[in-house]
């Protein structure tokens, strides 16, 4: 008899849309209810290991909980170990990183033999933030199958942050469910079509991020540049 597959929740949507904050505030609902879990990163996440919206100013006098946990991929993730201490619910940050191997490309049929592994070893819940689209505008495969197999996807949206008057504001302000990447020095987008899928934050000093509509995603030739892998700093 096949295993049902856990339960699984993701929130997907663009930089800025609240995406973590919501994975924040599950956590919190369960912590309130006394629901053990634990949290994990892709490796290749750059930032610290403190799971948190961005912005989150933790003081010196507090610790902000729970502590996000990197792992290189989700295969390495002790599911037995976590059933046999009684946790049956895993929260996953920036889990579309996951779908990439080391070379950087994407691994196919990863959340059917992830999730259905996990099913077996008694994983009950599985809560999952990230990007629903890579830089290029191509979906993500874990997002894509995540929906396939009957995960609830919940689409977070911002509101669009391109400077419609130059460097001036007022932003665009419309709905944005696209991320867009630019170089800060010029306020110039990146050309989608040389941009890589999978593009680490904070890497890259002058690279900045923005929520956009889909009229500021698509910008005319003048408006954008090719992306350069070898950023002069």
């Known amino acids: 008899?096949?295993?049902?597959?856990?339960e699984v929740t993701v929130y997907t949507g663009p930089m800025g849309a609240g995406k973590t904050t919501r994975l924040y505030g599950k956590m919190g609902e369960l912590t309130h209810l006394g629901i053990p879990y634990e949290a994990y990163r892709p490796g290749v996440d750059v930032r610290e290991v403190v799971i948190a919206p961005r912005g989150y100013v933790?003081?010196?006098?507090?610790?902000?909980?729970?502590?996000?946990?990197?792992?290189?991929?989700?295969?390495?993730?002790?599911?037995e170990e976590l059933v046999l201490r009684g946790i049956k619910t895993i929260f996953l940050e920036e889990w579309f990183m996951f779908g990439f191997d080391h070379q950087r490309r994407p691994i196919s049929g990863?959340?059917?033999?992830?999730?259905?592994r996990w099913a077996l070893a008694g994983?009950?819940?599985v809560y999952a933030a990230g990007l629903d689209q890579g830089a290029s505008g191509n979906q993500f495969g874990l997002v894509v199958d995540a929906r396939r197999y009957g995960a609830k996807v919940v689409v977070c949206t911002a509101k669009c942050a391109y400077p419609v008057n130059g460097e001036r504001d007022p932003k665009c302000g419309r709905v944005a469910r696209n991320s867009q990447i630019y170089d800060v020095r010029d306020n110039r987008a990146f050309d989608m079509e040389t941009l890589p899928d999978l593009l680490p934050e904070g890497l890259r000093l002058h690279d900045r991020y923005r929520a956009v509509c889909t009229e500021h995603l698509l910008l005319p030739a003048q408006q954008t540049k090719p992306f350069d892998p070898m950023q002069p700093e």
């Open 1 to 6: 008899m096949t295993k049902v597959l856990p």
């Open 58 to 79: 933790v003081s010196a006098n507090e610790v902000l909980t729970p502590n996000c946990t990197a792992v290189e991929a989700l295969g390495d993730i002790p599911v």
């Open 110 to 116: 990863l959340y059917r033999e992830i999730m259905g």
């Open 123 to 125: 994983i009950e819940r």
